[in-house]
C-alpha cells in the first residue's frame, strides 16, 4: 500500500483519531506530533514480500493473514474486529488490516482497511483505501478499538468498487485500473515499516471471495477448492516471527492472526 504524507491528509487523521478516542492532540501538540504522523501515513506500502512459499504456507515480509489464487477474482469480502494498539513499546509503530484483490502474485494491490498506529507513544486510528501503487487515500470515518469493520473490493471491467464500513458509518468509491492483474484475493494484517504496532490479535470472519471457475463465476471461503489457499506467516529480515494467523475455521469463513514481535 503505498502511501505518502500531505500535510491536509495528516491533519484530517488526526482529526479523525482525536474523534475515535486515539490521539488527541492540542494545537501545539498536533504541530509537534506532525512529523510523526507523517512518518506513520508515509510508510511505503506494496504487494507481498514473498520470502517462500510451499505446502499452503507463504513466509512474507510484510503480510500476514490468507490469500486464495489460481484464478481470476472478481471481488473480496470479510468483517474483521478493530485491534487496539499497545503504543509501550516504540514512539512509531504501524499496523493496517485490509481486504483486498491483487498484490499476491502481482504487482498492484486494490485495498481498502484501517490502522491502528503509534505515533510519539500514543494509539492512531483511521481507515483508508488505495490502489497501490497510486497513494493512500484517508477516509473520512471515526475509528475505535472494538469496532466491526466490514469491507468489499468487487470489480468488473477495468472498475473497481472499494466499500467499508465501521459500524453504521459506510464509505464506498469506484476507482479505475487496467493493469490490475486479478490474480489473489487477500485477508491480511500488514507491517508496512520496521516496527509492526501491537495489536495482540486480529479476528476476521465472514470472508468469501468469487472467482472464475470452468462454468463460470463462482463463490466461496478463503479455503474453497476452487482456488489456492496460503496461508501467510509475517517474519523480520532475520526470520523471527512478527505475526501468524491461527485458527482458520473449518468452513474456511474466518481466522485470527496474533501479534508475535515481542
Given at each position: 500500500?503505498?502511501?505518502?504524507?500531505?500535510?491536509?491528509?495528516?491533519?484530517?487523521?488526526?482529526?479523525?483519531?482525536?474523534?475515535?478516542?486515539?490521539?488527541?492532540p492540542t494545537p501545539s501538540e498536533a504541530r509537534t506530533a506532525a512529523g510523526g504522523a507523517g512518518a506513520?501515513?508515509?510508510?511505503r506500502h506494496g504487494p507481498a514480500q514473498i520470502l517462500s512459499r510451499r505446502h499452503g504456507t507463504a513466509v512474507s515480509f510484510n503480510w500476514a493473514g490468507n490469500a486464495a489464487s489460481g484464478t481470476t477474482f472478481t471481488d473480496a469480502k470479510g468483517t474483521w474486529t478493530q485491534p487496539a494498539a499497545d503504543c509501550s513499546k516504540n514512539p512509531t509503530q504501524i499496523s493496517s488490516f485490509w481486504v483486498g484483490i491483487d498484490g499476491f502474485t502481482s504487482n498492484t494491490v486494490e485495498q481498502i482497511g484501517t490502522d491502528a498506529d503509534c505515533v510519539h507513544g500514543r494509539p492512531f486510528y483511521f481507515a483508508w483505501w488505495e490502489m497501490f501503487p497510486a497513494p493512500l487515500n484517508v477516509i473520512p470515518?471515526?475509528?475505535?478499538?472494538?469496532?466491526t469493520v466490514s469491507a468489499d473490493v468487487s470489480t468488473s471491467g477495468t472498475a473497481f468498487t472499494l466499500t467499508i464500513a465501521v459500524g453504521t458509518q459506510r464509505f464506498s468509491t469506484t476507482?479505475?485500473?487496467?493493469?490490475?492483474?486479478k490474480s489473489s484475493a487477500e485477508w491480511i494484517a500488514e507491517g508496512p515499516s520496521q516496527f509492526l504496532a501491537d495489536f495482540n490479535a486480529v479476528?476476521?470472519?465472514?470472508?468469501?471471495?468469487?472467482?472464475?471457475?470452468?462454468?463460470?463465476?463462482?463463490?466461496?471461503?478463503i479455503t474453497d477448492p476452487a482456488w489456492i489457499n496460503d496461508q501467510v506467516v509475517m517474519v523480520t529480515h532475520s526470520g523471527r516471527i512478527r505475526a501468524q494467523p491461527c485458527c482458520l475455521l473449518n468452513d474456511g469463513t474466518g481466522f485470527m492472526v496474533d501479534w508475535l514481535h515481542k
Open positions: 500500500m503505498g502511501r505518502r504524507a500531505l500535510g491536509g491528509v495528516v491533519l484530517l487523521a488526526m482529526a479523525l483519531s482525536a474523534e475515535a478516542g486515539g490521539l488527541v506513520a501515513i508515509a510508510a470515518l471515526s475509528v475505535r478499538p472494538g469496532d476507482q479505475t485500473s487496467a493493469s490490475a492483474a479476528s476476521f470472519f465472514d470472508a468469501s471471495a468469487t472467482g472464475g471457475a470452468s462454468m463460470g463465476t463462482h463463490t466461496g471461503s
